[in-house]
């Protein structure tokens, strides 16, 4: 039985690694799946919800993938706006950079004595910022392309669930029921986790771009957007997003201590509070993850797909985390991906259970 035990093990860990291989070579072709799949788990309830109120199914898909492409658009000309404004402020970044090192390095001389070298005034920075902004051109384009093939697969993923079930019942009549409930607990858990989220990066993305607005930081839109995404990716995403924008404060106000102290601030604030605060309150039990799970996830499915990974990583977490409780050998791996905290309304419903027993024993 031990060996037997052991080898199922062995293979479960030759079974990851082949996925991780596979998952990593075709990228391109599973990751807009995955991105489509989780859309879909946050979408598709407002199509029914529209069917509640005799809103014809079809009529719903359009509304939806209408709303999500004029979203990607409202995106994709903010970026090239973005692009643009950036290129025509140029030259100006790269002269105040290279008058904040000559006021540097003419500190560090009077005060230490230290020679320093003129290779940054020497080097030709516009010449990297402009293959810099080419390159992210070429991927913004590269992003259109991968959108289409997203709302390709969601329109379909829509037309398919309503029939979904009967599949089910045709391919697997005996273990219909159990897959049933696994996947619409995932379905339940990653679209709440989603919605949430969503909701909180929205808020978090709009208060940046006014924040940074009221106070004059450039490129304020672009910075709203970054932080929207970013908020996706837990603990780093808002810490990065932070830095990039004090260190742009610091070529821009350079050298006014007080505005660069003011948009630190305000941002470190406002991130603590919709992160820290308000964030797991509305989220409450659902997360239920480990931080050294969500960290391995992180670090894991970012080097697997990049920042999209990274993206997903949480919800792609969720989803295993409750297979693995509703299959009996896995139950303990996915009892570890939790943090050990017990709802209030599972302790409740134990107690019931066992006040029936000692009454049906009495």
């Known amino acids: 039985m031990r060996d037997k035990k052991l080898s199922v093990v062995f293979l479960g860990v030759i079974a990851v690694i082949a996925v991780g291989?596979?998952?990593?070579?075709?990228?391109?072709?599973?990751?807009?799946?995955v991105i489509?799949?989780?859309?879909?788990?946050i979408l598709y309830p407002l199509i029914m919800a529209m069917e509640k109120i005799r809103i014809h199914k079809i009529v719903g898909i359009i509304i939806i993938l209408?709303?999500?492409v004029g979203a990607f658009y409202l995106v994709v000309i903010l970026l090239y706006k973005s692009i643009t404004t950036f290129t025509l402020h140029l030259p100006w970044y790269i002269e105040q950079l290279k008058e904040i090192y000559k006021d540097l390095t003419q500190k560090i001389i009077a005060n230490f004595s230290i020679t320093t070298a003129d290779f940054f005034?020497?080097?030709?920075?516009g010449k990297l910022a402009r293959s810099s902004l080419i390159a992210f051109s070429n991927s913004i384009t590269r992003f259109a392309g991968f959108s289409f093939i997203i709302f390709i697969l969601i329109l379909f993923l829509f037309l398919e669930y309503s029939i979904f079930k009967?599949?089910?019942?045709?391919?697997?009549?005996?273990?219909k029921r159990k897959i049933i409930i696994v996947i619409t607990r995932i379905t339940k858990d990653v679209g709440k986790y989603l919605a949430v989220k969503a909701f909180i990066s929205a808020v978090t993305g709009i208060l940046t771009w006014?924040?940074?607005l009221i106070i004059g930081l450039d490129f304020a839109p672009i910075w709203g957007l970054m932080a929207f995404f970013l908020n996706f990716i837990p603990v780093v995403g808002s810490i990065f997003v932070v830095i990039c924008i004090s260190l742009q404060s610091i070529v821009q106000f350079y050298p006014s201590i007080g505005m660069i102290f003011l948009v630190a601030s305000s941002m470190t604030a406002l991130q603590m509070t919709l992160g820290s605060i308000i964030d797991p309150k509305l989220q409450g039990d659902r997360l239920n993850l480990s931080i050294t799970i969500i960290i391995f996830s992180l670090a894991f499915w970012g080097w697997l797909w990049g920042p999209i990974g990274a993206l997903l990583a949480v919800p792609?977490?969720?989803?295993?985390?409750?297979?693995?409780?509703s299959i009996p050998f896995f139950k303990p791996l996915g009892v570890m991906m939790g943090t050990g905290f017990q709802p209030k309304k599972i302790k409740i419903k134990m107690k019931k259970s066992c006040s029936n027993k000692d009454e049906s024993n009495g």
Not at 26 to 31: E, Y
Not at 36 to 41: D, K, P
Not at 166 to 175: D, G, M, Q, R, S
């Open 210 to 212: 006014i924040l940074l």
């Open 36 to 41: 489509a799949l989780l859309f879909s788990f």
């Open 121 to 125: 005034l020497e080097y030709d920075w």
């Open 21 to 33: 291989i596979v998952f990593k070579i075709a990228s391109s072709v599973i990751m807009p799946m």
């Open 316 to 325: 792609i977490t969720i989803a295993i985390k409750t297979i693995c409780l």
């Open 166 to 175: 009967n599949k089910l019942t045709e391919a697997f009549p005996k273990a």
């Open 66 to 68: 209408s709303v999500l």
